[in-house]
């Protein structure tokens, strides 16, 4: 048995997936992809009706049954209208600062292909001094692809309604253990769930239950991928793979976010959207220290899927594990590669041991 390494194979499959534009309700294009890459280490390939992708892998155990889940949904926007001059107004699909918005390169998604344009506004040589003080609001802002028209941009196929996202390609940075990319959070938890089930499968692992792993839809608009995952998997518990906070930037104290890029990945003992069953987090910190696996403990604002995940049924012993972020929900996210190495081999060493009399353990029976 091999332990895992982040390939170079594995990280163009990251890359091509963060590239992809592909906002809440959109992601339809990286759940295929999702699927050529992974599928054939899957004893079965199942999809829900919001379109989620759920890879099976069996055990020697039909159940438990985990389910090991990160969506792929990124923030973005929707396009809502054109006006005659050819600027095109929209939304935003999941959260957004509109400080991180003005001129900034996004791809719109269209019937005829991908538009590229800027987001922008009134010029600032035009602000009054107190509008200068001011943040712009998304109501004033607009995307410009360079037409001088509406109807230069309906002939580009732009319509209300067409899916907008970021334009940031994958980048590898000075330093060889961090990259930058869009839509990290949360594709590198997708990712992380598919690597799980490869690594499994090429090194013929035995794991004692059945995985899922799982790539969920609209995360960012209400954790509605996994309100729906739940059922189809059935899951007796759960592991979600995200990103958290890193707090390692100028402005944050600790007590806010107290995770750092490169020292391990983040155990979440706390988020708006569930507190984790404390048996269970308890074990995933013993298995962590066992296999000498860094890691990093982490109390968050946000929520994830596991806030749902957690309440399927009469209750399901749940966790999140993390990958320390920088600058999430904008155009560009740093992580650190070893962050994600050992968020793989956690969640590898997890499911090795997740067996019926284990589970017992976390749950009132």
């Given at each position: 048995?091999?332990a895992y390494?982040?390939d170079?194979?594995?990280?163009n499959?990251?890359?091509e ?30 999809r829900?009706n ?29 396009v ?17 600062f ?27 040589h ?14 004033q ?18 319509r ?20 930058m990319a ?8 997708a990712f ?8 499994l ?12 792993a799982?790539?969920?839809v ?15 998997a ?23 976010a107290?995770a750092k ?15 984790p ?47 320390p ?6 155009h ?12 793989v ?8 041991r997740?067996?019926?009399?284990t589970?017992k ?5």
């Amino acid at each position: 048995m091999s332990a895992y390494k982040l390939d170079e194979k594995s990280l163009n499959v990251l890359k091509e997936i963060t590239e992809i534009v592909a906002p809440s309700g959109f992601e339809e294009p990286v759940l295929e992809r999702i699927k050529q890459y992974y599928s054939e280490y899957a004893d079965e390939v199942r999809r829900d009706n919001l379109g989620s992708l759920i890879l099976v892998k069996r055990g020697s155990s039909e159940r438990p049954k985990v389910l090991v889940a990160g969506h792929v949904d990124e923030v973005g926007f929707l396009v809502t209208g054109i006006t005659p001059e050819g600027f095109i107004t929209f939304t935003t699909l999941g959260g957004w600062f509109e400080q991180v918005l003005l001129a900034q390169r996004v791809v719109i998604r269209t019937k005829k292909g991908e538009v590229y344009g800027v987001i922008t506004s009134k010029p600032p040589h035009l602000l009054t001094p107190e509008e200068r003080q001011k943040v712009v609001q998304f109501s004033q802002m607009y995307i410009d692809v360079g037409a001088t028209s509406k109807e230069e941009v309906e002939k580009l196929g732009v319509r209300i309604g067409d899916p907008v996202a970021p334009w940031s390609p994958f980048t590898r940075t000075a330093f060889e253990d961090r990259i930058m990319a869009k839509a990290l959070d949360d594709r590198v938890g997708a990712f992380i769930a598919m690597e799980v089930l490869k690594h499994l499968r090429l090194n013929g692992i035995d794991h004692p239950n059945t995985l899922y792993a799982a790539a969920t839809v609209q995360e960012e608009v209400g954790l509605r991928g996994a309100e729906t995952v739940g059922w189809v998997a059935d899951h007796d518990v759960a592991i979600v793979t995200e990103v958290d906070i890193a707090g390692d930037v100028p402005g944050i104290k600790p007590s806010e976010a107290p995770a750092k890029l490169g020292k391990g990945p983040s155990i979440i003992v706390y988020d708006r959207s569930m507190i984790p069953n404390p048996r269970f987090k308890e074990f995933v910190i013993e298995v962590a220290e066992e296999a000498k696996i860094p890691y990093q403990l982490s109390a968050v604002s946000g929520g994830t899927d596991a806030g749902r995940l957690h309440l399927y049924k009469g209750g399901r012993p749940s966790i999140v594990i993390g990958v320390p972020t920088r600058h999430i929900h904008s155009h560009v996210s740093i992580v650190s590669l070893s962050d994600v190495e050992n968020a793989v081999r956690l969640v590898l060493e997890l499911v090795k041991r997740l067996d019926q009399e284990t589970l017992k353990r976390f749950v009132n029976i």
